[in-house]
């Protein structure tokens, strides 16, 4: 009886993981393209260029006024940090959660 209600707690518990797993992936695509977040993934990868270059590439930084009824023009190396930005938070967020999931 014991090891039937273990091996229910765990299939429970990798059902439930799972699902969040697939939410979290899910809202995470949706807000990279958000209003702010691509802020905060830009200034995330222009930091993880500078340490990883040990500060020889400098990325401006994302926080330029674009005049009224004009479109943003990204450059190369704004996507370029855009991208690494969002490599960079989800490594972290897994080693996190790794992390989490030795101490339980």
Known sequence: MVVEVGEVVVHVAGAVLRQAGGLVADLALDYIFSRHTPRL?????????AIATLGRK????????????MKPRPRRNDWLALWV????????????????????
Do not use: D, E, K, W
């Not at 993934?41 to 260029?49: D, M, N, V």
């Not at 400098?58 to 009824?69: D, E, H, K, Q, T």
């Open 41 to 49: 993934f830009h200034g995330i990868g222009r930091r993880t260029i």
């Open 85 to 104: 930005g969002v490599g960079t938070s989800i490594i972290l967020l897994a080693a996190l959660g790794y992390t989490v999931a030795c101490f339980v």
């Open 58 to 69: 400098r990325i401006p930084s994302s926080l330029r006024v674009v005049p009224r009824g």
